[in-house]
């Protein structure tokens, strides 16, 4: 009987957080749930007359689309590399600033850095576009006008080079996410126990060595956690990168169309949303089976710490 009441007075006490965990989980089901009943739109051909479950079904036949298309290597390889760069250049900045921003000791400096840091993310792609053609535009851009003539260089078309285009995005993309990475980095390095540092300065160890020796091996699982998330979205492109910045122009397409913008120009001209459909059914298993291939890559290298 005192087992009992004391199971009882557990369950009692584990119902108010339960209760706060209701809110999540509603939206966890309606959000993310309830709409994987469209993955059935990818295997018909929608007649809007006949609504989705009347519609025919038609197989594989949407995706053969993305893979019988002449355009199908470019995209695939764009949006790979583009990742796999993204990738690695962003877990190294973020961690970077991270371990910089924790050298500062001054608070309201350590908040203004943060601040300045974080902005771009917060900026949409939209107004991230304007502004890169603000810098790139043939008649006014800042390029153009003011430090290619300072260095001798003559005007670039940059809206019809296509070579350009794979550096520009990415310093986009690094400079306008790597602020959301390196908050969470910056959480878990402020998270190190400071004795851990001041035993090391004791012993004469360096600031080089302390990172090395405490800072990454601290980091380790946080990296690997945020490394996993983005490979499995590695299939996926960020639309508003690779349509907005280049200002949909057709010259850069060999550089700067990714299976989304692919799919999207396509449902544009062809209406066809069961062919969207396809494109995100195919990302989302192929980025499931990266996840279980790293997570299975970790464990194989360093059991402790695979996720499961």
């Given at each position: 009987m005192k087992s009992l009441s004391s199971k009882q007075l557990k369950v009692r006490r584990a119902i108010p957080?339960?209760?706060?965990t209701v809110p999540g989980v509603i939206y966890l089901v309606i959000n993310n749930y309830i709409p994987m009943f469209g993955i059935i739109i990818a295997f018909k051909n929608i007649d809007y007359a006949k609504g989705i479950l009347r519609s025919d079904w038609i197989g594989f036949k949407n995706f053969e689309f993305l893979f019988r298309t002449q355009d199908a290597f470019i995209i695939t390889r764009n949006t790979i590399l583009y990742n796999v760069a993204f990738i690695v250049i962003m877990t190294i900045s973020s961690v970077a600033?991270?371990?910089l921003l924790n050298e500062v000791r001054t608070k309201k400096l350590a908040r203004f850095y943060q601040s300045v840091v974080l902005l771009p993310f917060l900026i949409s792609m939209v107004i991230v576009g304007y502004l890169v053609f603000s810098l790139?535009?043939?008649?006014?851009?800042?390029?153009?006008?003011?430090?290619?003539p300072a260095l001798g260089i003559p005007d670039i078309q940059w809206y019809?080079?296509?070579?350009?285009?794979p550096f520009?995005?990415?310093t986009v993309n690094v400079w306008k996410n790597t602020g959301y990475f390196c908050v969470i980095y910056y959480a878990a390095v402020i998270g190190i126990d400071r004795e851990m540092y001041e035993a090391a300065e004791i012993d004469g160890a360096s600031k080089w060595q302390q990172i090395l020796r405490i800072?990454?091996?601290?980091?380790?699982?946080?990296i690997i956690v945020m490394t996993m998330i983005q490979i499995g979205r590695i299939f996926?492109?960020?639309f508003g990168l690779f349509y907005q910045v280049p200002m949909n122009a057709g010259a850069l397409s060999s550089t700067t169309n990714v299976i989304d913008t692919y799919v999207y120009r396509a449902l544009l001209n062809l209406g066809d949303i069961s062919m969207a459909s396809a494109a995100g059914v195919y990302q989302s298993i192929v980025g499931f089976l990266l996840v279980i291939s790293a997570n299975a890559f970790i464990r194989r290298i360093d059991p402790e710490n695979a996720l499961f």
């Open positions: 957080l339960l209760l706060m600033i991270a371990i790139l535009s043939l008649e006014t851009g800042m390029m153009n006008k003011s430090i290619l019809s080079e296509p070579k350009f285009w520009i995005l990415t800072t990454m091996p601290m980091l380790k699982q946080v996926y492109a960020d």
